[in-house]
């Protein structure tokens, strides 16, 4: 059995390492928070507990404030996250555009910028996000000297190497876009940023939003299934993101749905993507899916309740509902979220259609919600992509910072 993190052993060093990382991410998700809290939380003694929160204080990464009083004597002292203590910028890449966002360390967003590509390629992907990081440093010089990463996010599936892209780029299909997540090619962008890149693929990074700024709050466990030009789903497992070690993890919309379908981009045929997202949608309607004014034609068509696009949805809601189906049976999550690049609205009917829902194996509580459109909207891969540069860039730095080793 190979060793993992819960059965590995460590030196001093490296637990007073990891014991900063928790006492941090308890602050940063859930603060203001007491210290005794924190203590009671994390399973570490008080003066433990207190020790870290000074040294985290001393480098300027959290700061104190009274809390409220209760009862007799003066209140506690709350522990917080100094939000503009650092940044982090996360782009949305897809074959249509490239939605970028800048966040402090609490998610709050002091810039967004976005922009069509050129020509739906590497290169023209690329040349937008570096052209969009200049736009940030030029606008907002401050925040930028503190930035400590960048998270890209991308429809996958990704490729580990030259031999596997040519595999995967057998067709020009739009759902794919393999080449930006090749390492040589991070590297190039991490180079040229002089900055530390990370890479989710788009649902994973719309889980991670969620979880982080949204609906997903509520829950240890769910799924997110991404709606875009392609189909994806995202998984938030025991709190933490579960990418797969390829981060293809979700590749739903290349589960075969029907055996001889339609061919894929993968190699395969009938993939469900094939039949459920809006690049389907778009050869239904004659729409070319690399133009960013197919998906805003598609939900004006969607408004005026165009016979076409409500036709389309009433035939691929049992697809949707396939897939959810799926989804609870492999994981049994407390709740999946559907979102995507299209309007809320869109969603909320698309899955108003596919009721009713197969039966899960646990019966739903009275009342209780298995489906939910996500409130994160649009910008969610966006804002995952930055949460992704937090929880992967983050916590090296603060041990660079505030950690010695013994």
């Known amino acids: 059995m190979a060793t993992s993190f819960r059965t590995r052993g460590t030196n001093l060093t490296r637990a007073k390492t990891h014991n900063h990382r928790v006492v941090l991410e308890i602050i940063r ?20 507990v207190q020790n870290i929160v000074a040294e985290l204080e001393a480098e300027g990464i959290v700061e104190l404030h009274a809390g409220k009083a209760s009862g007799r004597g003066h209140p506690g002292m709350n522990v917080q ?67 400590f990463g960048v998270g890209l996010a991308a429809p996958g599936p990704f490729a580990a190497d030259v031999g596997e892209l040519q595999h995967l780029s057998s067709s020009s299909d739009a759902t794919t876009f393999t080449e930006f997540g090749l390492p040589e090619n991070l590297k190039h962008l991490s180079d040229a940023l002089k900055l530390p890149v990370v890479l989710q693929n788009d649902a994973s990074a719309a889980a991670l ?34 990418p797969g070690p390829s981060k293809n993890a979700g590749e739903i919309g290349h589960i075969q749905v029907q055996p001889g379908g339609l061919a894929c981009s993968c190699g395969s045929h009938g993939c469900l993507e094939r039949y459920l997202s809006l690049n389907a949608l778009c050869e239904r309607l004659g729409l070319d899916p690399a133009l960013g004014q197919s998906l805003v034609r598609i939900e004006q068509l969607f408004a005026a309740g165009d016979p076409a696009v409500l036709a389309w949805m009433d035939e691929v809601a049992p697809y949707l509902r396939q897939a959810i189906n799926i989804v609870e049976m492999m994981l049994d999550p407390e709740a999946i979220i559907l979102g995507g690049i299209i309007a809320p609205e869109f969603l909320a009917a698309l899955l108003q259609r596919a009721l009713p829902l197969l039966p899960r194996l646990a019966p739903s509580a009275p009342g209780e919600r298995r489906i939910h459109v996500g409130t994160s909207g649009t910008r969610a891969v966006a804002l995952g992509a930055s949460a992704a540069a937090v929880e992967a860039l983050f916590a090296p730095s603060v041990s660079q910072l505030v950690l010695q080793a013994e």
């Not at 997903?216 to 497992?237: C, D």
């Open 29 to 48: 998700t859930r603060g203001p928070i007491g210290r005794s809290e924190i203590a009671d939380i994390t399973s570490l003694s008080r003066q433990t």
């Open 81 to 147: 996250i100094r939000a503009g203590h650092s940044y982090s910028l996360g782009f949305h890449v897809d074959r249509l555009a490239v939605t970028a966002i800048a966040c402090d360390l609490l998610g709050n967003i002091v810039w967004t910028g976005t922009g069509h590509l050129a020509a739906p390629s590497t290169a023209s992907a690329n040349a937008l996000v570096l052209n969009l990081v200049q736009e940030f440093r030029s606008a907002h010089p401050g925040e930028a000297a503190r930035v």
């Open 209 to 242: 939003g969620e979880h982080v700024y949204g609906l997903g709050r509520a829950y240890g466990n769910f799924a997110f299934i991404q709606f875009g030009v392609g189909l994806g789903a995202g998984f938030v497992l025991n709190g933490a993101i579960y």
